[in-house]
């Protein structure tokens, strides 16, 4: 597996170099740390100015030269602790341009399996106001993307959302393949909204509610059942969770109450306006999640 990690020295940015370590049991066979300098920015800064400009990028070209430098070293530490690093090849660029942009160019370019970051995880507000990083490159990641929210050296406990949607199994696929541990423990948890909207639940007896609800119920189970089958034959420990309720809030306060490590979900390729009001679940999910968050789509799911 070829990871693509993006560094800027912060230490949320460490964050996502220091999770290497959650690899244990898949040694990636090559580690790209990629650190970006942010041209438009910078221009934006020095008015203009070329000799300003000039001495601003050379001085910033030389702090992510030895950033990335200090970047290798904490990926081979996290690789050694990972018991990977003899397999793992570490590379560095240093790269130019606006910054997701420039990630998802480089994983679609370097034809990435992963992209790996840190999130320091804008408020609401910031976050629609502003949009962070890492929102903007799960809107146009060719790959999945591991958003660190936290430090994460192992997965013990990681939870999956599905629904019954090709997104869903790759998302499934890709955790058993290439990033879950046999030490894991997986909850598999789907929410669906009720069929019965409710204004007409207040017109119609409880028996009726159920038969409305359910076949939904019963496809919902069958769905967690076929994966947990699935996770169960290659050697993993799983739970399910089936609940009728907000699928967003469901997902949240189930990570919140499990303390789940990562919440795993599967994406479909955004609209170009999707994109613009970053509407969908797992854009939601990213936003909201306590937890690190692994959004899988791609090709190479």
């Known amino acids: ?23 244990a049991g898949h040694e990636p066979d090559q580690v790209v740390l990629l650190h970006i300098i942010d041209q438009p920015s910078l221009q934006a800064a020095v008015n203009k100015n ?89 809107a146009t990641a060719p790959c999945p993307l591991l958003v660190v929210k936290q430090p994460l050296t192992a997965l013990l406990r990681v939870a999956i959302a599905v629904d019954d949607s090709k997104p869903s199994r790759a998302a499934a696929r890709f955790l058993r393949s290439r990033i879950l541990p046999e030490s894991s423990m997986v909850t598999i948890l789907t929410s669906m909204e009720s069929p019965v909207t409710d204004f007409a639940a207040r017109y119609l007896s409880e028996s009726q509610l159920a038969e409305l609800k359910r076949p939904v119920m019963e496809r919902a189970t069958r769905l967690v059942n076929g994966l947990r089958d699935e996770f169960i034959k290659d050697g993993f420990s799983v739970v399910t969770q089936v609940q009728m309720d907000h699928v967003i809030d469901t997902i949240v306060k189930h990570v919140e109450a499990s303390h789940d490590q990562l919440l795993v979900i599967g994406s479909r390729e955004l609209t170009k306006s999707e994109r613009l009001y970053l509407g969908s679940v797992s854009e939601s999910l990213l936003r909201h999640a306590p937890c690190s968050v692994l959004i899988v789509r791609g090709a190479r799911a």
């Open 50 to 138: 070329p000799v300003a400009r000039k001495r601003a990028l050379a001085a910033m070209e030389k702090a992510g030269t030895t950033l990335l430098r200090d970047a290798v070293r904490a990926a081979r530490l996290a690789l050694d602790q990972a018991a990977t690093r003899p397999r793992t090849k570490l590379q560095t660029i240093l790269a130019h341009g606006p910054i997701a942009h420039t990630i998802s160019r480089t994983a679609r370019r370097l034809k990435a399996d992963l992209i790996l970051m840190g999130s320091r995880g804008l408020s609401d507000i910031q976050g629609f106001l502003l949009g962070s990083v890492s929102r903007q490159v799960a």
């Open 1 to 23: 597996m070829r990871i693509l990690c993006a560094v800027d020295g912060s230490e949320h940015s460490q964050w996502g170099v220091q999770a290497l370590e959650a690899f």
